[in-house]
T-cell receptor
Framework: QKEVEQNSGPLSVPEGAIASLNCTYS??????FFWYRQYSGKSPELIMS????GDKEDGRFTAQLNKASQYVSLLIRDSQPSDSATYLC???????????FGKGTRLHILP | NAGVTQTPKFQVLKTGQSMTLQCAQD?????MYWYRQDPGMGLRLIYY???????DKGEVPNGYNVSRLNKREFSLRLESAAPSQTSVYFC??????????????FGPGTRLTVL
């Protein structure tokens, strides 16, 4: 059973600090990795994609991928109250057109 | 572009009733998906369609049927609704195949309650 594991949280971070969200996956041949943000009562929104080892930065967001350790993370710099949401990690299955989602980490930014 | 649209937004059914959830996308994506999301369970794939004319079961297909009407539209049907099907249903679409990375884009969801 292919799995994506995330700490459910809640993760509480002071406003202005760095929020660090982590995810591990079981399928060694996964090729593409995604972070989605989901506000309460809304649909998941894609915020970051990463396909190769290392860091990828987009504004205040940085995705980090380590395929050897089967680990992907999301850093949010200068956290804002509007970043309070559930963050879903998602990973492609083996050369398949499906992705598998983690259950999400609830992030709460403290004003 | 509207992206992925879903109808209806809310629905209440009685046990045993049937209904069809509609989904359409205008991004020229070849793959479409139906998920349900329940508290503590995350997103679970019900059915997906890799291309027009093809459909495949996902993780939780029992009690559902799907139709890929054309490249734009993918519907989900509950033939005889049960309280266990109370959930939020999301449709998603993606470009797949050589050169694509399978990012999925979601519709706004349908909140279904079965009494």
């Amino acid at each position: 059973q292919k799995e994506v594991e995330q700490n459910s949280g809640p993760l509480s971070v002071p406003e202005g600090a760095i929020a660090s969200l982590n995810c591990t996956y079981s399928d060694r041949v996964s090729q593409s990795f995604f972070w989605y943000r989901q506000y309460s009562g809304k649909s998941p929104e894609l915020i970051m994609s990463i396909y190769s080892n290392g860091d990828k930065e987009d504004g205040r967001f940085t995705a980090q991928l380590n395929k050897a350790s089967q680990y992907v993370s999301l850093l949010i710099r200068d956290s804002q109250p509007s970043d309070s949401a559930t963050y879903l990690c998602a990973v492609t299955l083996n050369r398949d057109d499906k992705i598998i989602f983690g259950k999400g980490t609830r992030l709460h930014i403290l004003p | 572009n509207a992206g992925v649209t879903q109808t209806p937004k809310f629905q209440v059914l009685k046990t045993g009733q049937s209904m069809t959830l509609q989904c359409a996308q205008d991004m020229n994506h070849n793959s479409m998906y139906w998920y349900r999301q329940d508290p503590g369970m995350g997103l679970r794939l019900i059915y997906y369609s890799a291309s027009e004319g093809t459909t495949d079961k996902g993780e939780v297909p029992n009690g559902y049927n799907v139709s890929r009407l054309n490249k734009r539209e993918f519907s989900l049907r509950l033939e005889s609704a049960a309280p266990s099907q109370t959930s939020v249903y999301f449709c998603a679409s993606s470009s797949t195949g050589t050169g694509f990375h399978y990012e999925q884009f979601f519709g706004p969801g349908t909140r279904l309650t079965v009494l």
